[in-house]
């Protein structure tokens, strides 16, 4: 359950573009019928650690991820020419990590309600993963998971 977390801009804009292709992806394929205007979710792990204040030292040992989630018309995703769908899937994706990571922990006792208010159907989840996959254990009702390995 990790995302970039070293701080650099790259690792950002390496994993936003690929957990684009991957949510305009699952979106191309799983909702050719649905309605155009309906929102299409992208639920993916953040790192918060450095955004703490005071922030956790690099020798910090343990988890600091927040579930970020990512929201845009099924429409703009599926049909949009590829490069337009994929820049709005990483703009949507820049802009959950910029309005959820400005105060991580402000919103923490509204995570599981949170979660619990998405639509079914309509939450493809990303992950980057360092474990190996034979000790990777998914749970929850995502109707899509794919690991970023």
Not at 70 to 76: C, E, L, Q, S
């Amino acid at each position: 359950m990790a995302t970039p977390h070293r701080g650099r801009r790259r690792d950002w804009a390496t994993y936003a573009a690929v957990a684009s292709l991957v949510w305009t992806s699952g979106v191309r394929a799983k909702n050719a019928l649905d309605d155009a205007t309906a929102d299409a979710y992208l639920m993916f792990a953040a790192d918060y650690r450095a955004r703490l204040r005071p922030p956790l030292s690099a020798a910090f040992f343990g988890n600091c991820a927040k579930a970020c989630y990512a929201r845009t018309a099924v429409g703009g995703l599926r049909d949009a020419p590829v490069g337009e769908a994929l820049a709005r899937a990483a703009a949507a994706v820049r802009e959950a990590v910029r309005e959820q990571l400005a105060d991580p922990l402000g919103d923490a006792e509204r995570w599981t309600e949170r979660r619990r208010a998405l639509p079914p159907g309509r939450v493809l989840q990303v992950g980057a993963s360092k474990t190996p996959l034979s000790e990777i254990r998914i749970w929850g009702n995502s109707e899509f998971c794919v690991l970023l390995i």
